[in-house]
Nanobody, 128 residues
Framework: VQLVESGGGLVQPGGSLRLSCQVSGITLEDTFVGWFRQVPGKLREGVSC????????HYLPSVKGRFTVSRDNVKNTVYLEMKNLKPEDTAVYYC??????????????????????WGQGTQVTVSS
């Protein structure tokens, strides 16, 4: 299984980006795909997740209403549409497959198991 992210870059606060995760070696219907981000010196955090079987989605509360995860089965690609970006969204963003995500009841967030396959990451920088 291979995952390749693209679409990162430098954007001003309030701007938008769309990240892509091209997946090969597994079909999207057979796996959760998660988006994660990491800032140097901090723990990696789950940003969003999409369920391969039922298209259920999960989001980190701080990105709800601004980020949207979706997929294209023909292209075997998962997207993360990011709008109204903030400086605190600056991080390296990774996509990953072969894990699971579950709602964290009461918190509006989600938790996740270990994911087996990871992309190389794409840098997102939000700055004026």
């Amino acid at each position: 299984v291979q995952l390749v992210e693209s679409g990162g870059g430098l954007v001003q606060p309030g701007g938008s980006l769309r990240l892509s995760c091209q997946v090969s070696g597994i079909t999207l219907e057979d796996t959760f795909v998660g988006w994660f981000r990491q800032v140097p010196g901090k723990l990696r955090e789950g940003v969003s997740c999409i369920n391969g079987k039922n298209l259920g989605t999960h989001y980190l509360p701080s990105v709800k209403g601004r980020f949207t995860v979706s997929r294209d089965n023909v292209k075997n690609t998962v997207y993360l549409e990011m709008k109204n970006l903030k400086p605190e969204d600056t991080a390296v963003y990774y996509c990953a497959s072969e894990g699971e995500c579950f709602p964290a009841r009461g918190s509006g967030s989600f938790y996740y198991t270990d994911f087996n396959s990871w992309g190389q990451g794409t840098q997102v920088t939000v700055s004026s």
